[in-house]
């Protein structure tokens, strides 16, 4: 029998693991669960959506399997095993090449809908050029330690690490960042218009920030200690919050649309505004006029009864139709 792992070695290369499969079980099923919801209530999307949420949930099941594997082979086939400890196994690397793909697949996506909504191609192109490099970045940190699986060597990740998680972490606080100052940009008089304007600023803000804390964490607790998986623990859950950051954009189309029509209802006949189109969403708002039933004559026409044509006037009323003639401002 193998000789037992000291409890502190056990803490730091198979409890942060746990602690991280556990939190990504629990948000692969939470991105489940939102991956129904799309499908049931967009499914007249374009097959270029619906491809894309289906290469990102193949991707995220990939990597939560391969992270169950992980806990699998440290805690049951090879526990208390020094050697296997002090070994990375073939799980480490699948998460690193499916985590960044799939913030590679959800950043572009964010920079389609920035690039449809104001037609900036330079500042698109930055933006696609910071992911491409995320994304070599987190290959580049896999095929090293497929190459080197000491945790001895780790050290030699480094470099790959740090172009990958700055990089990731940079691209989705300037994507974030020009969302916002576009939302910003935008000026209506109207205050259910400017009301939804700061609920969209403010789910970009925390959509975009959430994955960057993240990658943030993971890059400072893996310089401060590159033979812990800490950072691989909180790495985890990153290809999970990628994929629900776009789940949460499509699926909260519809819970604006449910407000601005509440909205709507509540006030009837009151102007709201214009059609407004940002992050993919767009909000048609209209202006509800009433009109006469038939053109009332004028005084003179009153005061003419020598015109047979006219006949008796007292069939005239004051009252406005029911009709309603929606004005697309």
Known sequence: MAPTAPLEQ???????????????????MLEILEVIKYYKWFSKDSKTIKTCIFTLVL????CTFAEWACIYLYGVTHWGDLAYLGYQNLAIPIYAYTTGITGFIVQNFLISRYYKLTNR????????????????????????????????????VVHAAILWLVSSAATDISIAAALVLQLHSVKSAFRETRSLIRRLIFH????????????ICVLVTFLIDTNANICTGLAFTLGRLYTLTILFNLNNRRILKDGVESGSARNNNTPTGADISLHGITVHRTAIVHIDDEQAPSKHEMDDKRTPDYGPFNNYSNSHSDETVMVKK
């Open 204 to 215: 970009t803000i925390r959509t975009g920030s959430l994955t960057t804390s993240v990658a």
């Open 59 to 62: 991707l995220d099941t990939t």
């Open 121 to 156: 191609r330079y500042v698109c192109v930055t933006l696609v050029l910071m992911s491409m490099a995320a994304t070599v970045g987190a290959v580049w940190s896999g095929t090293r330690i497929l190459m080197v699986t000491d945790y001895a060597h780790r050290n030699l």
């Open 10 to 28: 056990l803490n730091k290369v198979i409890g942060a693991l746990m602690l991280g499969t556990f939190v990504n079980s629990m948000l692969y």
